[in-house]
Structures are given as C-alpha cells and as structure tokens.
T-cell receptor, first 114, second 115 residues
Framework: KAGVTQTPRYLIKTRGQQVTLSCSPI?????VSWYQQTPGQGLQFLFE???????NKGNFPGRFSGRQFSNSRSEMNVSTLELGDSALYLC?????????????FGSGTRLTVV | KQEVTQIPAALSVPEGENLVLNCSFT??????LQWFRQDPGKGLTSLLL?????REQTSGRLNASLDKSSGRSTLYIAASQPGDSATYLC??????????????FGQGTILTVHP
C-alpha cells in the first residue's frame, strides 16, 4: 500500500515569502503530525491533526499553521519566511494511538530560504 | 517535560560486529517507543515499535528492548553490514491527552559500518 506522500520534495523561497507544503497520509490514517528537522535542534513537533481538528501544537510562532481536509490530507503553511525556517519538514501519519500503532513518516520537503 | 537522550552520538565499527545503541527517557509514562532509521537527506523509516506493556521486539537482525521503569531502551544490531550505516533515532510517545501526535525524539546515533 502507498506510504506517506509529501510534496514538493524541494523548495527554494525568498525571505518574506510564504510557502505551503502538502502531506497525503496512508489510506485510512486519520492522524497527521508535522515536524521540523534542523541540524541544531533535531526533530521538533509542530502540530497534529485528527479528523480535521488540531489536537496538539508545539512551540512554534503563529507564522506556522496547518489544516487537514476531510480526506485526511494535510497542508502546513509558513508565512513571512525567515532564514531560520530552512529545514527538512516531515509529516507522519497514524491510525489510532489507542490501538498501539506507531507512526509512518514521509520522505520530507526540503525548504531552503534565501 | 519528556527528554530523550541517545548514547553514543556516533559509532564507527567494522563490518560483522554486533552493536548496541542506547536510548534513555525521563518520563516513564509512555504509550510506546519507536526506533527509526534515517539516511542522509531522507525521511524516517520505522524499524521497531515497542508498546509500553512489552519488553522487547525483534525484526531480522534487530532487537529492541524496553525497561519502562528505568526509562531505558536498547537497539541491538547483529552482524552489522555497511548498508546499516545511517542515523538511528529513538522516539517516545508520552501517555496522556496532551501528547496527541507528539513524538519526542533523541538527537540520534550516527552509525558507520566500514567494510
């Protein structure tokens, strides 16, 4: 079965612009989480969506936002890009943690802000 | 606040060696612990998932153990191969309603297996 699909794979943006990243979870998975990975900070949690509702949010400024659609696909948006937003953005999907399932990650979107 | 530490930060071994990667976490109230592998510039590949009620999981040459009371997990790799070279990450999912979707990761162990 298809895995978690993230698009695009690479992006180059200019400071001050905004960007939208997309994540399609594994079929049947309703939970989608987003992470930022940088060499200095490692993997940091951004937010999680379940059935179109944001259930959890990490410690990131309001420039980082997301949403989830009825088909469980999710997007995250970063407005007013800063150089420090350059990172690998990963999304993960899961069915239901209460059933003990783990998380499956996509290949990520590499964002470079110049 | 959950903190996850991985030791060592880097490891270089000759092919064929058995090796152990360590992971410790500060809050024992977890749902599960997951080990991942990450190749340079790529996403995370799940290796093993251990539920909080389990003691270990095995997949091929990999064996992961969990001691929740002491806040420790180990990943054992038998007969290492050059293709095992990657960064290994452990992550815990804390129990409780505020932890939805939030895995807490260690900084990873960079493994190099040379021929």
């Amino acid at each position: 079965k298809a895995g978690v699909t993230q698009t695009p794979r690479y992006l180059i943006k200019t400071r001050g612009q905004q960007v939208t990243l997309s994540c399609s979870p594994i079929s049947g998975h309703r939970s989608v989480s987003w992470y930022q990975q940088t060499p200095g900070q490692g993997l940091q949690f951004l937010f999680e969506y379940f059935s179109e509702t944001q259930r959890n949010k990490g410690n990131f400024p309001g420039r980082f936002s997301g949403r989830q659609f009825s088909n469980s696909r999710s997007e995250m948006n970063v407005s007013t890009l800063e150089l420090g937003d350059s990172a690998l953005y990963l999304c993960a999907s899961s069915s239901d943690r209460r059933l003990g399932y783990g998380y499956t990650f996509g290949s990520g979107t590499r964002l470079t802000v110049v | 606040k959950q903190e996850v530490t991985q030791i060592p930060a880097a490891l270089s071994v000759p092919e064929g060696e058995n090796l152990v990667l360590n992971c410790s976490f500060t809050d024992s109230a977890i749902y599960n612990l997951q080990w991942f592998r990450q190749d340079p510039g790529k996403g995370l590949t799940s290796l093993l998932l251990i539920q909080s009620s389990q003691r270990e999981q095995t997949s091929g040459r990999l064996n992961a153990s969990l001691d929740k009371s002491s806040g420790r997990s180990t990943l054992y790799i038998a007969a290492s191969q050059p293709g095992d070279s990657a960064t290994y990450l452990c992550a815990v999912l804390r129990a409780g309603g505020t932890s939805y979707g939030k895995l807490t990761f260690g900084q990873g162990t960079i493994l190099t297996v040379h021929p």
